[in-house]
């Protein structure tokens, strides 16, 4: 079972309402390995940056932090990319300096894509790595997960230091988004049956059961450019792709 568990309350301040383009995760560290820890230590703050959400690799959880239609608060001038388009942060807890193991890297992938159905996000990496930058029309239409040093202009971000991108892949493309299944508490924790058996490629008449960010997913695999494209234009040009 997976967990997601809200921590949402609270007065913490957010910025503005997200755009829908250019769906994307964006990672980042929170410097401490305990969760408990890190979210603490975001409480504290309730002006600074506070990402959308935590994730933990070694306890396997997902703990939501704030509202993700609203971006993050921070200063990202001049090109405000988290405010242009529809950036959801997610801290890793790990310290920037410091890798995940193989098998940390594995749940990671995981994780990130329990958290791309939740918020239609295609499992879709950029594989930077520190240091890397991507240009500001790229990083806005882009759709899928990218560190935060890949934000122009900012040549001190480096956070969340090296990732295993084939590893995390591994996790993220040969298991099947896990399947939701209730609430439990007081409705503070939603919980996913995670499978973990091998995913199978959908055929093509099976392409009208897949929300949009799944069928941007093949796309991808396709070079297919799907920027703008709406669901059924998507099902078109994948056809056409495939015959």
Known sequence: MLEVQDHTQGE???????????????????ELEDPQVAIAGYNRD???????????????????????????????D????????????????????????????????RLLRALCDIEGVPAITWEGQPGDKMGVDTLKNFEGIVGWYAFPGFAEVKSPGHLDWAKLNDGLQNYD??????????????VFE?????????ATDDLETLKVA?????????DIDFKGMKKAELIDAITTARA
């Open 46 to 76: 309730p002006k600074g940056h506070r990402p959308h959400y935590v994730v933990d690799p070694v306890g396997y959880n997902i703990y939501k932090l704030s509202d993700s239609q609203y971006s993050v608060i921070g200063s990202y």
């Open 177 to 190: 988004a896990p399947d939701r299944l209730g609430i439990s508490g007081f409705g503070e924790i939603e």
């Open 78 to 109: 001049p090109t405000q990319p988290q405010r242009t388009s529809r950036c959801v942060f997610v801290a890793i807890c790990k310290s920037e300096v410091i890798s995940l193991s193989d098998e940390h890297s594995v749940n990671l992938g």
């Open 12 to 30: 913490y301040k957010r910025g503005a309402e997200l755009p829908f383009n250019g769906a994307k995760l964006v990672l980042e560290t929170t």
């Open 214 to 222: 799944e069928l941007k997913e093949i796309a991808s695999e396709l």
């Open 194 to 202: 995670v499978d973990k058996e091998d995913a199978v490629e959908t």
